[in-house]
């Protein structure tokens, strides 16, 4: 069972995405908070496994509690959820530590396959966010693919296998399939490759890996 919160100002969007979180059997929402305060208040004292979390909040909005809640000893995953497609709240959110960006008129079900997709370890961006955030990464320049390609250095080959297939979109059991290994052995060697390259999530590893050209613009 994955244990759910719901964070957002609007009452009745709290409701509608309760409801829409109750109708499948493997979700389970613990929590719901009306601003980020109030969210972070509750996870210090529950387990929470996945927090869907809107952008723009009374009293502490979504990116300041999204930062506060990874900092938290069982940190639960973030999607950010916002009615408002703005490039800023998606690198704001995603450098926050969230691992998945998705917009409010996102059909219910791709909702709830997110919050499966982020408990399992795995990023989930909104397809206009994921290429505009990609796009942007491009534009910043050599500076920032120098820096990259030094952080990547620091991996083991097999790492760095590991680390393009990630970039490329792939689960951990895809990976697996394609490099002839464990599951279990894919993960490990994730949690190696985003300390060693000291990112929060898959999404922000796979930006990086971007940067130092081991993932095409197609992925």
Not at 32 to 61: K, N, T
Not at 138 to 166: C, F, I, K, N, Q
Request: aromatic share 2%.
């Amino acid at each position: 069972m994955i244990r759910t919160m719901v964070v957002d100002d609007d009452a009745l969007v709290r409701l509608g995405l309760v409801d829409l979180l109750a109708q499948d059997p493997a979700l389970t929402v613990v929590a719901e908070a009306a601003d980020g305060l109030q969210a972070v208040e509750l996870a210090r004292g529950l387990r929470v496994d996945v927090a869907l979390m809107d952008i723009r909040m009374p009293r502490l909005d979504g990116i300041a509690a999204t930062r506060r809640l990874r900092e938290l000893p069982d940190a639960p995953r973030v999607i950010a959820l916002t009615t408002f497609d703005l490039d800023e709240y998606v690198y704001q959110a995603l450098a926050a530590g969230a691992d998945g960006f998705l917009l409010k008129d996102t059909p219910p079900a791709e909702i709830a396959r997110a919050v499966h997709v982020v408990a399992a370890g795995q990023g989930m961006l909104h397809p206009a966010a994921a290429r505009r955030l990609i796009d942007r990464y491009h534009r910043a320049g050599a500076p920032r693919s120098v820096a990259a390609r030094g952080r990547v250095a620091g991996l083991t080959p097999r790492e760095a296998d590991v680390l393009r297939e990630l970039a490329d979109g792939l689960s951990n059991a895809e990976i697996a399939g394609v490099l002839g290994m464990r599951e279990s052995t894919v993960k490990a060697h994730v949690s190696r490759i985003l300390t060693a390259l000291g990112v929060g999530n898959r999404v922000q590893a796979a930006l990086l890996a971007r940067d130092a050209g081991l993932a095409g613009d197609g992925a």
